[in-house]
């Protein structure tokens, strides 16, 4: 097993990684508390693989277990779906010493977040992450939140786990589509922090792709040390945690402009990358072979390296939207070369262009069958 | 003006306690951000007093200033309201620059708290208190929240303000009722920490009913600083903290009980701390000389001292989903003598016993003229 530390003072913890832990009762030792409820909050589509064994691994630990399964996928990250938290926690007179359990990708871990920031205002909660995504970015480093009808993310908060267990077998009942978009996050963190292990994906992205295990376990380690040295130096994003949003401007703006769910959020950080390694070039701080290179790798990551036309209005309405607009100004996360980010305002016609020079072909409209 | 520090590491900040501090663009120069957004939350009957003078002041120290204005009532602290504010954030793109701006009584500054600690994962935000209740208590400390349907305040944060700004000159337009409901948290901060308080009260009562300045400003600044001391020796309410709900389990019951709003927090606190000096007596810890100097004091201000039949059954539910409810045992703040209180499990049929002692003689039914 592999433990990452995240050094936070008093919120530090642990992200624990290997095969089969889930089912492994000594996995939650750290967390139990014996007078203790534990709730399970997952969805329709994890709960039927691996409910049942956190369930029995967290028996001993906890006076109740209890489950609540919320709806599947990102248009199910509202408010509404998070008062079925809530409700089932007054429900069953949950109290303080409640524990929450976070079992399915990263909508299930951001919503179990933030329903535990919030409940009584604030109880203790724990990631079990079964997505690669959720495994190698958004269970670690405590952000949290639910999406609002008028932007992605806009209320949450920052609120750090006790335990975050990365179990990689779960991976194997991930969609292929899923795992890619997991990869997305995985070439992201190469991509602003390390070279070398940008060189490492080049040669291990086909064994990822097929879920070998080893490699899988190396990968999420790497994303994991990468990104808790980036939390512990500006826990709540005050400066150099935005580096983490390099192709999230523009992802963002693709995700809201499909309408959530339609595009996978690793799917538009993708095209997000592509986009802005290309705005990186425009402004003189990336070598085109460098961008063509990160844009190989997307492709081969099974991601998509073209973006959808929303339109030049609808674009720039989306990634104003975005939190990393401060005064009026877009600002970007930037390649100053491979593995050197830097956060800078971009002209909004700059970026368009990089839109335009990546738009995908137009597609031919479905003739519905009749 | 008086000034109380709240002594809480890297989120310090100050208490303002004067009369005319609103109109007094100075006020207000400590937390100026130039390019930024403020948006005043208020609701329709502090506005018209008040909204317009803010703004005045805020205009020199931001770049725009904005008004969302709530509908007033408990009845109104839900998520739906809470959402109003997010809307009208993000459909005046506010970014992070942005500070919020608490223009009322506890509801107001409750729900724009916990609007600040959620959108966008935290905005800064600076309680201005219109009510006495919310200037002796809620406005400081940092608790936020918005109710549930089966609880009070069960959903919010820890999240502390920028400054708080008591301006008295505001509690002329207070009605007499929530001017008495505000003084049942006075009450509460002499009985928990401070006899020669408790003893001051009882000789300026009538002044601080009749709304004399002098006699305002003291009350107000002794009680901040008395809150001030809890919250920074447990700003997250692991232990000491609790102290400050004496009155509140069997408060928050007849809130909740009664519906929220029909009676206010504060006589349902004046209630409240009648029956637990009540059960403080039964357990053998306070003189019932003592409980009933305490009972009379609150009767002087205006509150009531009798509890409403809800009936044993209901009266129990609703303590027991109180958060101080840990483990299935409720625990209850009791003094053991004036000033000296103690957190401890008590036997509900005690508790039931001290509201039977203390029930209202049952209200005739009206009858409906036709």
């Known amino acids: 097993m592999t433990t990452v530390r995240i050094a936070l ?14 089912g492994a009762p000594d996995t939650f030792a750290a967390v139990a508390s014996p007078k203790g409820t534990a709730l399970i909050v997952t969805n329709t589509t994890v709960a039927p693989f691996y409910a049942a064994r956190l369930e029995q691994s967290l028996r001993p630990h906890f006076a109740r277990v209890l489950r609540c399964t919320l709806p599947d996928g990102e248009q199910y990250k509202t408010w509404e ?5 809530f409700t089932d926690l007054l429900r069953h007179q949950c109290d303080r010493k409640t524990t929450l359990f976070a079992l399915g990708g990263g909508v299930i871990g951001d919503m179990t977040g933030f329903a535990a920031a919030s409940y009584m205002r604030g109880v203790p909660f724990v990631q079990v992450p079964t997505t690669l995504l959720a495994q190698v970015d958004s269970s670690v480093g405590g952000k949290t939140a639910i999406n609002h009808p008028l932007g992605k993310n806009m209320i949450g908060a920052f609120y750090q786990p006790r335990l975050v267990v990365a179990d990689l077998s779960t991976l194997r009942t991930l ?6 978009a997991g990869l997305a996050e995985v070439i992201k963190h190469a991509a602003i922090a390390d070279v070398d292990f ?22 999420v380690a790497r994303c994991c040390r990468i990104k808790a040295q980036v939390v512990a130096q500006d826990e709540t994003e005050t400066g150099l945690r935005a580096i983490l949003n390099f192709g999230h401007t523009f992802g963002h703006a693709i995700e809201a402009g499909m309408g959530y769910g339609n595009w996978l959020h690793g799917e538009a950080v993708g095209a997000g990358m592509v986009l802005a390694a290309d705005l ?29 036309d929303l339109g030049a209005e609808r674009w720039a309405e989306w990634m104003q939207v975005d939190k990393k607009a401060e005064g009026g100004e877009v600002r970007f996360v930037l390649l100053n070369g491979l593995g050197r980010p830097v956060l800078r305002a971009a002209p909004m016609t700059e970026a368009q262009a990089s839109i335009a020079a990546h738009l995908q072909p137009s597609q031919p409209q479905a003739v519905p069958s009749a």
Do not use: N
């Open 81 to 85: 779906t998070l008062d079925q938290i």
């Open 198 to 219: 940008l060189a490492w994906l080049e040669a291990h992205i086909d064994a990822l792709r097929a879920q070998d295990d080893a490699a899988l376990a190396e990968a």
């Open 175 to 180: 969609p292929p589509r899923e795992l890619s």
């Open 9 to 22: 003072d008093i919120r530090a913890y642990d992200i624990r990684i290997a095969s089969g832990l889930l």
């Open 280 to 308: 990186s070039v425009r402004l003189g701080l990336l070598a085109p072979a460098d961008a063509e290179r990160l844009a190989r790798l997307i492709a081969r990551a099974g991601l998509p390296v073209r973006a959808p």
